[in-house]
């Protein structure tokens, strides 16, 4: 008999199967219901944003609507945000909705502020996923074993961050520039004085 009191011979009930991984969960199938209709019902509500740069085009349209707790806990707006993306001589050559729920309330973000937010919100993950797959080469770490990825990605997060403590925007000139150790630490107030080592 072991420990649980169930005895060897005895098995668990089986487990139910799993969803399928693109089934619709029920908070997007709500939001998906709660947006649907034609472009002319959401002008109210509707906030486009045209950008052109990297060689591309992108026209973002977001609408909103108000939420309650029956959508999703704390939720005050769902969104629905289109984004199609192509060359700068116009061919479109992508097109993508996403949806998503904010606990931010109409009066406090309309629109036109949820569309900036999403956007920043990309550019902040964007950097820092930038700079650890270009100049830290993260995609073409060979280590994948235990808890060593986790702990190399954690030195290149101090590494980041020392050179942002440092007063570097540029990554790469920043990591090239402080090779010496000492220029490193000096950031934490980890340095050495007539070259020894405090």
């Known amino acids: 008999m072991s420990g649980s009191g169930r005895s060897r011979a005895e098995t668990p009930p089986p487990r139910a199967p799993r969803r399928a991984a693109y089934s ?3 908070a997007r199938a709500t939001a998906q219901a709660l947006l649907t209709g034609p472009d002319a019902d959401w002008t ?12 591309r085009t992108e026209h973002r349209t977001i609408r909103t609507a108000p939420a309650d707790d ?3 806990p704390g939720a005050r707006q769902a969104f629905r945000l289109r984004r199609d993306v192509g060359d700068l001589d116009g061919t479109w050559t992508s097109k993508e909705i996403v949806y998503g729920i904010t606990s931010l309330p109409a009066d406090l973000a309309g629109p036109a502020h949820l569309n900036h937010y999403e956007r920043a919100h990309w550019g902040v993950e964007n950097r820092l996923r930038w700079i650890r797959d270009v100049t830290f080469r993260e995609d073409h770490s060979q280590v994948r074993t235990g808890t060593a990825p986790r702990a190399l990605a954690g030195f290149r997060n101090l590494a ?4 942002r403590l440092a007063g570097r925007a540029n990554i790469a000139h920043a ?8 220029d490193a630490f000096a950031v934490y107030n980890i340095g050495s004085t007539n070259g020894k080592q405090t």
């Open 44 to 55: 109210d509500t509707t906030s486009i944003d045209d950008d052109h740069g990297h060689g």
């Open 160 to 163: 980041i961050s020392t050179a």
């Open 24 to 26: 619709t969960p029920p």
């Open 175 to 182: 990591r090239r520039d402080l090779l010496d150790h000492h």
């Open 70 to 72: 029956s959508l999703f």
